[in-house]
């Protein structure tokens, strides 16, 4: 997954090339992803495609952390028979239409900007090929099968006669 940190509207973090704020909204301004359908897999610590709220200004960070437009560019030409989108847990893992990234053909780049709550976020890049109705990961993001997933290890059980299964064992690796 690829991520971005702004806990902080302060001090700009790996990704986050610029944060300005005009007088009504924050702006975190991403620096340009890169297609990676080819690259070889690198590990980097990540949390599945989920995000976590958080302010490092604050005390309480699920009421005290602040919005943002969360501006994504992703270099890449025109891609004629299909749309890109951001996924991830914070659009629940669905193509929306405020996730949807417009092609700038002045740039030839892909942008996109999301109203978000400070923190820590994971995200893939998504082709939905509309002719094919299709939702392709791997056209932007590649596929490795050296990439570390959560499994869940569920253990039944059924006494005779009974009508029911019993959930006796439960195992995340």
């Not at 976590?52 to 009421?63: A, D, V």
């Not at 999301?114 to 056209?139: P, R």
């Amino acid at each position: 997954f690829r991520h971005f940190d702004f806990k902080s509207l302060r001090y700009q973090s790996d990704r986050i090339k610029n944060i300005t704020f005009d007088s009504t909204y924050n702006n975190v301004y991403l620096f340009n992803d890169k297609p990676r359908p080819f690259n070889r897999y690198s590990i980097e610590p990540d949390i599945n495609g989920n995000f976590i709220i958080k302010s490092q200004e604050g005390w309480q960070s699920s009421t005290e952390a602040d919005y943002a437009f969360v501006h994504f560019t992703l270099p890449l030409d025109n891609i004629n028979y299909g749309e890109l989108y951001l996924l991830g847990a914070f659009s629940d893992w669905e193509l929306k239409e405020e996730f949807k990234l417009k092609y700038n053909t002045e740039r030839k780049q892909y942008e996109g900007d999301v109203y978000l709550k400070q923190g820590y976020y994971n995200y893939h890049y998504a082709l939905y090929d509309t002719s094919e109705k299709y939702i392709d990961i791997s056209f932007i993001e590649g596929t490795h099968y050296q990439t570390r997933n959560d499994y869940y290890i569920y253990v039944y059980y059924r006494v005779a006669g009974d009508r029911y299964d019993q959930l006796i064992g439960f195992l995340k690796t």
